[in-house]
């Protein structure tokens, strides 16, 4: 058993963590080990927004390019597909950098660059948006149910951990950022006022970053491995109360408890044929409103009850692999860019 906050980070705390050393998880959950790095990791979720087949058709023509940029490319890319609360489909391309430096490469690259910045994003049939986060590793934490069970920025892990001692309780995923040690993640330092954010409309390009301490979750579900009693409850008993949660994330509701934005998203493969895969990406307007709703909110505390259910039926041996990746953001670790998409994108409708 050992600390989620690795060796290079740890330092005397001035805040207390909500458990103490001699806690012990009722199950094991493991960490991504990124070596001795300890540059921030970079995250860009790259969409396409679109309710036509003219706009599908220049959809997956940009996944296509996205996949197929070489130069900077990502270390991990993954797609994925949604449909948001407005009715559109989402296509989502998301690239994982170790070198902060390589993904602002391509970002401003005669590649990518050229193709983004281009008059021509403002009058296709598609929106295109650029949600960006940049994690000092003090911000960032992952959690995996399982040793073998790596996604996202874990896939950009040197190797996973030995079973850690900060999870199975509320107040875990703070626990496990390094920076809670000395830091509580919520005051607001330099918050960008809601005036300097041009207001969106169709054929329109808007960029910003929000105020410090931005809350962002990848919360992921792989039941590829499952089968007989487990996939069964897993479709039928637990995907529909994780799909509700999603839902109220997605409506005014959840705007209101301080979800800013939530996608729902099933992974694809390139010819976007759906794999056993989904996840769950918000932004919070801060940690403190995603701890709540974890909490206390009755959509989480349905899928709690109903993954517990399956745990105890399946005498605790799951072929179900849960992953959560978490970064709490400063002002000048986020970028977001939205071009041509309707009003209610991404942070857009906050
Ligand atoms: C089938 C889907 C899901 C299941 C079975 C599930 C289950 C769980 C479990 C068992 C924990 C405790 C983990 C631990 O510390 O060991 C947890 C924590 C948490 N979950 Fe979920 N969850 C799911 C989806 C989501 C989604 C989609 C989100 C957000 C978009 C989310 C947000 C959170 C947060 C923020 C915590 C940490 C709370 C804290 O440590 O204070 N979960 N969840």
């Known amino acids: ?20 050393d001699d806690y ?11 070596g001795d790095a300890l540059q921030p ?19 997956r023509a940009a996944v296509g390019l996205w996949c197929d940029l070489a130069e900077h490319a990502p270390d991990h890319h993954d797609i994925a597909q949604g449909t948001d609360e407005a009715g559109f489909s989402t296509l989502v391309w998301t690239g ?15 590649a990518f660059g050229a193709w983004w910045n281009s008059e021509h994003r403002l ?47 509320w107040g875990s995923m703070r626990d496990r950022l390094p920076a809670s040690q000395t830091e509580a993640l919520t005051e607001v330092l330099t918050a960008t006022p809601a005036s300097r954010v041009p207001r969106p409309n169709r054929r329109a390009r808007v960029a910003f970053s929000a105020a410090d301490h931005l809350a962002l979750i990848r919360s992921g579900q792989d039941w590829s491995r499952t089968a007989g009693l487990e996939r069964e409850r897993y479709v039928r008993d637990v995907e529909p109360v994780l799909r509700a949660g999603m839902d109220f994330l997605d409506s005014e509701a959840g ?9 729902y998203l099933r992974i694809v493969d390139k010819d976007l044929r759906p794999a056993e895969k989904s996840y769950g990406l918000s932004w919070w307007a801060s940690l403190a409103d995603m701890e709540r709703w974890a909490r206390d909110h009755a959509t989480h505390s349905a899928i709690f009850g109903s993954f517990m259910r399956l745990v105890q039926e399946m005498n605790l041996e799951l072929a179900l692999r849960l992953s959560h990746e978490v970064s709490v953001l400063r002002s000048s670790e986020q970028r977001f860019e939205y071009i041509n998409c309707h009003e209610r994108t991404g942070l857009l409708r906050s």
Do not use: K
């Open 1 to 20: 058993m050992e600390s989620a906050i690795p060796l290079p980070l740890r330092c005397p705390r001035s805040r207390p963590p909500t458990r103490g």
């Open 24 to 34: 012990s998880p009722p199950n094991p959950g493991f960490t991504a080990r990124f």
């Open 41 to 59: 990791l970079t995250v860009v979720f790259l969409g396409a927004q679109f309710r036509s087949p003219e706009g599908e058709a220049l959809a």
């Open 96 to 110: 994982y950098w170790r070198d902060a430096a390589r993904f602002e490469q391509w970002r401003q690259g005669l």
């Open 123 to 169: 009058d296709e049939a598609c929106g295109w948006f650029m949600e960006v986060a940049s994690p000092a590793p003090q911000r960032l934490e992952t959690l995996y149910s399982s040793p073998d069970g790596f996604e996202g920025f874990g896939r950009l892990a040197s190797h996973m951990s030995a079973e850690i001692r900060e999870h199975g309780y």
């Open 255 to 263: 705007l209101a408890i301080g979800c800013l934005s939530n996608r």
